[in-house]
């Protein structure tokens, strides 16, 4: 069974950074696609950003420029560097990885921008 953690979710200033990261446990041969989405009260999900196995990297147009993703896949793990955030990045985080070509999804973070 594959399980996702995700973690580094809080709350910070406008303007401030914030840190995100899922790591997968459990039974996994191989690591596919990776990526962070998130869903704002009243709003639909929606996605921040994507990277593949090679490392190639997608990301929304709201978070481009200030956000980074990355992978570490000797640790089954999805960064999310966050900078610059504005107040409209409030939101629950999830994290969501394509593990032997099976999707699974984080219980996600919470994500609080304000002054």
């Known amino acids: 069974q594959v399980q996702l953690v995700e973690s580094g979710g809080g709350l910070v200033q406008p303007g401030g950074s914030l840190r995100l990261s899922c790591a997968a446990s459990?039974?996994?041969?191989?690591?596919?696609?990776m990526g962070w989405y998130r869903q704002a009260p009243g709003k639909r999900r929606e996605l921040v950003a994507t990277i593949t196995s090679d490392g190639s990297a997608n990301y929304g147009d709201s978070v481009k420029g200030r956000f980074t993703i990355s992978r570490d896949n000797a640790k089954n793990t999805v960064l999310l560097q966050m900078n610059s955030l504005k107040t409209e990045d409030t939101a629950i985080y999830f994290c969501?990885?394509?593990?032997?070509?099976?999707?699974?999804w984080g219980r996600g973070t919470q994500v609080t921008v304000s002054s």
């Open positions: 459990g039974r996994i041969i191989s690591m596919n696609a």
């Open positions: 969501n990885i394509l593990i032997d070509w099976n999707d699974y």
